[in-house]
């Protein structure tokens, strides 16, 4: 069964600062891994999707890596903003069954 | 451009009581599925569909039913109400291929409260 896990639970840091979320799993058979956004009281807003052939994906200030090997994915924030404090989740999806499994999250405080 | 819209955006009931949480997509999605978010617990997978007609149990699906009678419509049903359902349910949806290669699309969730 893959588990997802998200390191730390909580991350505040002043604005400008480049930062890094990390999200390991269990289950290196991971097809493809998507990073979300989610905002207090909104529903999870799709960031980047890494497919199981690909090792990045960017857009704009983030980008997100795919290490199968050793586990772990990480999303990569430059110069951040105060816009970017939510909760950052990712998901992968494969091993023994085609399901989507989340980790429980970073919430990203970015102060001004 | 609506997306995936889910309604009501709160509800409480009695235990015992059954209702339908209602979840549309306009995006012509195959893939449609409903989680529970809850604190401490992160997501977990209800039921989800692969298209009209088919649907598939997820993590935990005891307590609830699902129907895929179109491509658009995704009803998630509480049979019997139970304060241990408790929590927010999201409707998500994609495009598929077999596999998760398409980004997933939510919506804003329904705040559930059984007393």
């Known amino acids: 069964k893959q588990e997802v896990t998200q390191i730390p639970a909580a991350l505040s840091v002043p604005e400008g600062e480049n930062l890094v979320l990390n999200c390991s799993f269990t289950?290196?058979?991971?097809?493809?891994l998507q990073w979300f956004r989610q905002d207090p009281g909104k529903g999870l807003t799709s960031l980047l999707l890494i497919q199981s052939s690909q090792r990045e994906q960017t857009s704009g200030r983030l980008n997100a890596s795919l290490d199968k090997s050793s586990g772990r994915s990480t999303l990569y924030i430059a110069a951040s903003q105060p816009g970017d404090s939510a909760t950052y989740l990712c998901?992968?999806?494969?091993?023994?069954?085609?399901?989507?499994?989340f980790g429980k999250g970073t919430l990203l405080t970015v102060n001004p | 451009n609506a997306g995936v819209t889910q309604t009501p955006k709160f509800q409480v009931l009695k235990t015992g009581q059954s209702m339908t949480l209602q979840c549309a997509q306009d995006?012509?999605?195959?893939?449609m599925s409903w989680y529970r978010q809850d604190p401490g617990m992160g997501l977990r997978l209800i039921h989800y569909?692969?298209?009209?007609?088919?649907?598939d149990q997820g993590e935990v699906p005891n307590g609830y039913n699902v129907s895929r009678s179109t491509t658009e419509d995704f009803p998630l049903r509480l049979l019997s109400a139970a304060p241990s359902q408790t929590s927010v349910y999201f409707c998500?949806?994609?495009?598929?291929?077999?596999?998760?290669?398409?980004?997933?699309?939510f919506g804003n969730g329904t705040r559930l409260t059984v007393t």
């Open positions: 998901a992968g999806s494969g091993g023994s069954n085609y399901k989507l499994t």
């Open positions: 569909s692969v298209g009209a007609g088919i649907t």
């Open positions: 995006m012509n999605h195959e893939y």
């Open positions: 289950d290196s058979a991971i097809y493809n």
């Open positions: 998500a949806s994609s495009y598929w291929d077999g596999a998760y290669n398409s980004p997933l699309h």
